[in-house]
Nanobody
Framework: QVQLVESGGGLVQAGGSLRLSCTTARRTFSTHAMGWFRQAPGKEREFVAAVSWGGGSTNYADSVKGRFTISRDNAKNTVYLQMNSLKPEDTAVYYC?????????????????WGQGTQVTVSS
């Protein structure tokens, strides 16, 4: 079992920034690719960003490229999502997820464990 705990969500004005964190007590964290997804009301869950187990490879949804940055600190068992230049359309519940065997996919079905999510609300 992998327990993932997200934090850092909140209410921010358009153009502002937030940093989300996702941490786990699982000691094999450094061997897992990690991803961030989001789900807005009435919409399907969508891919945001992913990072390989070592942090050397990342990929992003087109909608967040140049604004969001995913990173990880394996010594702290934590993955981050730095979100800048936020827009109202970024409003969603953000989830982190662990891919135990893959490189970090944009396909939610490839992820094995999920956190409970953290709400991000961007006001106009």
């Amino acid at each position: 079992q992998v327990q993932l705990v997200e934090s850092g969500g909140g209410l921010v004005q358009a153009g502002g920034s937030l940093r989300l964190s996702c941490t786990t007590a699982r000691r094999t964290f450094s061997t897992h690719a990690m991803g961030w997804f989001r789900q807005a009301p009435g919409k399907e869950r969508e891919f945001v960003a992913a990072v390989s187990w070592g942090g050397g490879s990342t990929n992003y949804a087109d909608s967040v490229k140049g604004r969001f940055t995913i990173s990880r600190d394996n010594a702290k068992n934590t993955v981050y999502l730095q979100m800048n230049s936020l827009k109202p359309e970024d409003t969603a519940v953000y989830y982190c997820a662990a891919d135990l065997t893959g490189p970090g996919s944009s396909n939610a079905g490839r992820y094995d464990y999920w956190g409970q999510g953290t709400q991000v609300t961007v006001s106009s």
